[in-house]
C-alpha cells in the first residue's frame, strides 16, 4: 500500500505548461496604462530607436534602414497559415500578418521577396486591427501571428490596442529576427502573449558577413532573456495549441552546425532548460545564395543547383552555403540541445495530435 501511495504521489496529471484558460495579456492593462502605450509609440516613431541599428530618424519626416515610415505599415500577405509549428496553426491555421521590410539583410532570406524587395500594400494601425478581426471571425484562427514585425513595432502596439477595443481575444504572436531593441520589447510588454525569436547564428564574423550587422548575437541574447522574463516557457490549452510563452527557432546552416550548439547551449544555460526550441532542417539556397559574383558573367547556376559545381564554384557568391542543410548536421545540434538539458522539442507527434 505503502508503495502504491508512492507511485501515485509521481504522477504528473497538470504539468505546469497546461493552462485551464486564457486571457490575452492585452485585456489585462488598464486603460490609463494603454493611453501611456500609445503615447510611447508615437514617441519610437519620432525617433527611431527600434532596433540596435539607431537610426534615430523621424519617421515622420524620412526613413531608416528598414524604409518603411511612422504613418503606415507594408504588408504583403494576411491570411491563415498552416506552415507554422503544429501548436500555433491547429486545425485552423495562425492568422499570419507577413510584413515586408526588415532590419537585417540576411543574404540567405528564405522570405527575401517579402523582407528585401518591399513588396506589398499600406495599411494604418486601425486597418491592421481590422483585418485581425477577419481572421478571427471569419479565418477562425487560433491566434494573430505577427511575422517581421521588428521595424514596425509601434505601429503594431497601436493596432493591438485598436484591435481590444473591436473585440479582438486571440493570443498575440510576435514572430522576430531577435534584432530587437530592449526600449521596442519593453512597448510590448503586456500586448505579445507568445514571443517566437530566431537565433539565427553565433560567431560576430558570420552575422558580419551573412546578415550585415556587426551585433546580432549580443542582441539575440538580450532579447531572448527580455521576452522569456515576460512571458515565461510555453505553456498550452488542452486541445494542444499554445497560449503564451516563448519558442526559439534556430535554423541549421549548411557547415554552421558548430555556432548552432553554441546557441542551444546558451538557451539552457541562460533562459531556461525548459524553453521550447524548433531545431530547423528546412534551409535552402535564396535570395543572394548562389549568385554570380559581381563582375563575374552572368551564367552561373541557380541556386541550390550544384550540377557542374566544379566550374562554376569560383564565381558563386557564398558558395559555402549553397547547398541544403543535412540530417547529420541537424543531428549534431540535436544531440547538443539534449546533452545541456533541453527536452522541449517540436517534432511531430508520434500519437498523431499535438506535442505538449
Known amino acids: 500500500m505503502r508503495q502504491l501511495r508512492s507511485s501515485k504521489c509521481q504522477l504528473h496529471l497538470a504539468p505546469p505548461f497546461l493552462l485551464d484558460h486564457y486571457i490575452p495579456r492585452y485585456h489585462l492593462i488598464s486603460s490609463i496604462d494603454a493611453a501611456k502605450r500609445r503615447s510611447e509609440a508615437y514617441a519610437h516613431l519620432r525617433s527611431c530607436n527600434l532596433c540596435p541599428r539607431l537610426c534615430g530618424v523621424n519617421r515622420y519626416e524620412k526613413t531608416g534602414v528598414c524604409l518603411i515610415g511612422a504613418d503606415t505599415v507594408k504588408v504583403n500577405t494576411i491570411a491563415p497559415h498552416f506552415g507554422e509549428e503544429p501548436c500555433f496553426q491547429g486545425h485552423n491555421g495562425s ?54 514585425p521588428e521595424h514596425v513595432v509601434p505601429q503594431v502596439a497601436l493596432s493591438i490596442l485598436h484591435a481590444r477595443e473591436l473585440g479582438l481575444r486571440l493570443p498575440i504572436i510576435y514572430n522576430t529576427s531577435s534584432f530587437d531593441s530592449l526600449e521596442s520589447l519593453k512597448l510590448l510588454d503586456g500586448l505579445v502573449d507568445i514571443y517566437l525569436p530566431d537565433f539565427k547564428v553565433w560567431k560576430t564574423a558570420t552575422s558580419k558577413r551573412l546578415l550585415k550587422v556587426h551585433n546580432y548575437t549580443e542582441t539575440a541574447m538580450e532579447s531572448i532573456k527580455a521576452m ?129
Not at 499600406?122 to 501571428?145: F, S
Request: aromatic share 8%; hydrophobic share 40%; proline share 3%.
Open 95 to 148: 492568422g499570419s500578418v507577413f510584413f515586408s521590410g526588415c532590419n537585417l539583410r540576411c543574404v540567405f532570406c528564405q522570405n527575401h521577396d517579402i523582407a528585401h524587395q518591399r513588396n506589398g500594400f499600406d495599411l494604418t494601425p486601425e486597418e491592421l486591427a481590422g483585418w485581425y478581426m477577419r481572421l478571427q471571425d471569419i479565418g477562425q484562427v487560433h491566434n494573430i501571428n505577427l511575422v517581421t
Open 228 to 356: 522569456h522574463a515576460q512571458v515565461g516557457d510555453l505553456c498550452f490549452t488542452a486541445d494542444g495549441i499554445a497560449k503564451k510563452g516563448i519558442l526559439v527557432r534556430h535554423l541549421v546552416m549548411p557547415g554552421k552546425e558548430d555556432e548552432g550548439r553554441e546557441i542551444v547551449k546558451w538557451l539552457a544555460e541562460n533562459v531556461s532548460t525548459d524553453t521550447m526550441v524548433h531545431i530547423m532542417e528546412q534551409y535552402f539556397p535564396r535570395a543572394h545564395v548562389g549568385k554570380p559574383s559581381r563582375g563575374a558573367m552572368k551564367d552561373g547556376i541557380e541556386p541550390g543547383n550544384i550540377k557542374d559545381y566544379k566550374t562554376v564554384k569560383n564565381r558563386l557568391r557564398y558558395e559555402d552555403i549553397n547547398r541544403a542543410v543535412n540530417l547529420n548536421e541537424v543531428a549534431s545540434v540535436r544531440k547538443a540541445a539534449e546533452e545541456a538539458g533541453l527536452w522541449r522539442f517540436v517534432e511531430a507527434a508520434k500519437h498523431g495530435g499535438f506535442n505538449i
